[in-house]
C-alpha cells in the first residue's frame, strides 16, 4: 500500500482536532531516542517505532482557578480526554494505513517505581513543538493554550516531524517584573512546599529552574498514602489504634475518592498554574476565552 506520508500526517493531526485536541504535532523520533534514558525510549516500548504523534487538550475551566485548594482537588482534569483521543488516532491509522500503532500508555514502570512513567509524555510533546518547559517544574505551556494535558501514539508508519517551539512562552512579562522585584516568579512564591526555585537572565529568559519533586510529591502524589495508612493499622496495639488509623478524618476522605473513582484521589496541587498567567490567561487557555475568539473570527 503506497501512502503519501504528508497526507497522512495531515488526515491523523486532522482527526485529533477534530475530536477535541487543541494542539497536535509529531515528534522527531532521533531527537527522543537521543535524549529518553535507556528502558524510556520510544523503541524500548515499540521496537520497530516510525513516528510519535503527540496531542494536548484543554486544563481548567476559568472558573476552576477560583475555587479553594481543597475544593480543586476533586476536579480531578481533562487527560482521559486526551487518551481517548490518542486511542482513536491509534485505531485510524491501523484501520486507513494498515500499519501498527498502539496508544501509549501514561502509566507507571512498574520495575521503576510509582513516579517513573513507561514513557516521557512532556517530551514527546515538546519535541512535537505543542508546549514548552514553564519555570514551574518543567509543567509545558503553550502561548495561545496555556496549560494542557497530553497523550501520545506510536506507529510503524513514517511520518515527517514537527519542530519544536522556537520561543519560550516562560517567563510571562508580569513574571519577569516579580522576579525583578523580589527574586521570585509567582509560580515560585505560592507554591504550598516551596519546591520551585531558578533565575531569569537579562533578556527576560529562563536561565535556570529548580524542581524538588520529592517536596512536591510527597502532597501532591501520594501514591503511598492507602499502604502506609493500612500499615499503620495492622500495627496498631488495639482496636481503637487500629480504628484511628482507619477512619482518621483525612483518611476518610481517600476512602470516599475510591469509592466514587474521584480522579483527585492521589491529590492534586495546582497552585504554581494557579497564579500562572500563561496558565490562566493565554488567548484561548479555557472555554470562555475559546468561545469569544469563535465569535470574533
Not at 39 to 50: A, V, Y
Not at 192 to 216: F, N, R, T, W
Not at 287 to 295: Q, T
Request: overall charge negative.
Amino acid at each position: 500500500m503506497e501512502i503519501d506520508a504528508e497526507d497522512a500526517k495531515k488526515t491523523i493531526l486532522d482527526y485529533c482536532l477534530r475530536k477535541g485536541a487543541l494542539a497536535a504535532g509529531v515528534a522527531d523520533l532521533a531527537a527522543l531516542e537521543r535524549i529518553a534514558p535507556p528502558g524510556h525510549r520510544p523503541s524500548d516500548l515499540m521496537p520497530k517505532i516510525k513516528s510519535v504523534i503527540s496531542l494536548g487538550v484543554g486544563g481548567q475551566t476559568q472558573g476552576a482557578w477560583s475555587v479553594p485548594a481543597k475544593a480543586m482537588g476533586y476536579f480531578g482534569s481533562t487527560e482521559t480526554r486526551a487518551y481517548t483521543i490518542a486511542y482513536g488516532a491509534a485505531f485510524l491509522i491501523e484501520s486507513r494505513y494498515q500499519t501498527p500503532a498502539i496508544y501509549c500508555p501514561p502509566d507507571m514502570d512498574n520495575e521503576k517505581g510509582p513516579r517513573v512513567p513507561l514513557q516521557s509524555l512532556k517530551l514527546h510533546a515538546e519535541v512535537a513543538g505543542i508546549g514548552a518547559r514553564s519555570l514551574a517544574g518543567d509543567i509545558l505551556l503553550h502561548p495561545e493554550f496555556g496549560y494542557m494535558y497530553f497523550a501520545s501514539i506510536f506507529t510503524e508508519l513514517e511520518l515527517p516531524p514537527d519542530q519544536p517551539m522556537e520561543t519560550n512562552p516562560c517567563p510571562a512579562p508580569s513574571c519577569v517584573a516579580m522576579y525583578r522585584q523580589i527574586g521570585r516568579t509567582p509560580c515560585q512564591k505560592f507554591c504550598p512546599v516551596q519546591c520551585l526555585s531558578g533565575s531569569i537572565d537579562e533578556d527576560g529568559k529562563q536561565a535556570e529552574m529548580h524542581y524538588d519533586m520529592a517536596a512536591c510529591a510527597e502532597m501532591s502524589q501520594q501514591y503511598e498514602a492507602v499502604p502506609a495508612m493500612l500499615s499503620e493499622a495492622m500495627a496498631a496495639e488495639d482496636a481503637q489504634g487500629r480504628e484511628d488509623a482507619l477512619f482518621d478524618p483525612d483518611n476518610k476522605m481517600l476512602w470516599y475518592k475510591m469509592s466514587v473513582g474521584s480522579g483527585g484521589l492521589l491529590a492534586q496541587c495546582f497552585e504554581c498554574m494557579r497564579v500562572c498567567p500563561i496558565a490562566t490567561k493565554a488567548p484561548l487557555a479555557d472555554p470562555i476565552r475559546r468561545s469569544i475568539a469563535k465569535e470574533g473570527v
